[in-house]
């Protein structure tokens, strides 16, 4: 049975694939992102509040996440800057299917990214 870590964990492997070549704002401009770095320290955290435990009990729940990453970001082709970008990504359901937690990323997509 997956605990909140590894539901962390499982969210955080979804944003850093998801988020390459993303659209964000760098400077006032509209650009890409070129690669993930990392997440900022305190860069991750649900945007509603929920306890894991009540998922079985009243069902499903739909989460966002804010996040914080250090990325770098497609200047012109060969330039890139490395910037912290901040931004959204959801809406995501948990639920709990035989005696399992499960995340549904099949909605989720990573907005507002700038810095």
Not at 55 to 75: E, F, Q, W
Not at 77 to 103: D, H, M, R
Request: one cysteine or more.
């Amino acid at each position: 049975m997956k605990n909140l870590e590894e539901i962390i964990l499982d969210i955080k492997m979804q944003i850093r694939s998801r988020i390459l070549n993303c659209n964000c704002t760098y400077k006032g401009l509209k650009r890409k992102v070129d690669s993930f770095v990392s997440f900022a320290p305190n860069g991750f955290s649900f945007v509603e509040s929920f306890d894991l435990a009540e998922v079985p009990i009243s069902g499903p729940v739909t989460v966002n996440i804010r996040l914080t990453v250090l990325a770098r970001v497609d200047i012109d082709g060969n330039v890139k800057a490395q910037s912290y970008l901040g931004g959204y990504y959801g809406p995501l359901t948990i639920g709990f299917t035989n005696s399992e937690y499960v995340v549904d990323h099949k909605n989720a997509i990573i907005t507002d990214l700038k810095d």
